[in-house]
C-alpha cells in the first residue's frame, strides 16, 4: 500500500512498472505494453491511468492526474522524503 495525499493505493510490483512505463512518456500505444490485463484494470480502478483513443482502433494508455501525483510523489528526483507506506490499524 502506498500513501498519497488523502489517498491509499494497494499497488504490486506489476503496478509499479506499469506506472512507471507510462509515466516515461504522455501516452503509450497499448498493444506497445507487454502488461497482464488484470494490472491495467486495477490500475483504471485506481483511477490511475485511463485510456485514450488513438485513431484507426488503436488506444493508448496515460497517467491521470492522480497517477502523475504518485509518480511524482515517488521520483527519486524529488527533495522531500518519500512516503512511507500506509499502515494498516
Known amino acids: 500500500m502506498v500513501a498519497v495525499r488523502d489517498r491509499v493505493y494497494e499497488l504490486n510490483g506489476e503496478d509499479s512498472r506499469t506506472l512507471a512505463a507510462l509515466g516515461a512518456?504522455?501516452?503509450?500505444p497499448e498493444q506497445d505494453l507487454d502488461i497482464d490485463h488484470d494490472t491495467l484494470e486495477h490500475?483504471?480502478?485506481?483511477?490511475?491511468?485511463e485510456t485514450v483513443d488513438?485513431?484507426?482502433d488503436?488506444?493508448?494508455l496515460?497517467?491521470?492526474h492522480e497517477?502523475?501525483?504518485l509518480l511524482d510523489s515517488h521520483s527519486p528526483?524529488?527533495?522531500?522524503q518519500p512516503l512511507a507506506p500506509?499502515?494498516?490499524?
Do not use: H, N, P, Y
Not at 512518456?25 to 503509450?28: A, G, L, T
Not at 528526483?77 to 522531500?80: F, I, P, S, V
Open 25 to 28: 512518456f504522455r501516452i503509450v
Open 43 to 49: 490500475l483504471r480502478d485506481e483511477g490511475l491511468i
Open 54 to 56: 488513438l485513431g484507426d
Open 58 to 60: 488503436e488506444r493508448g
Open 62 to 64: 496515460t497517467l491521470t
Open 67 to 69: 497517477g502523475r501525483d
Open 77 to 80: 528526483d524529488r527533495e522531500k
Open 86 to 89: 500506509a499502515c494498516s490499524d
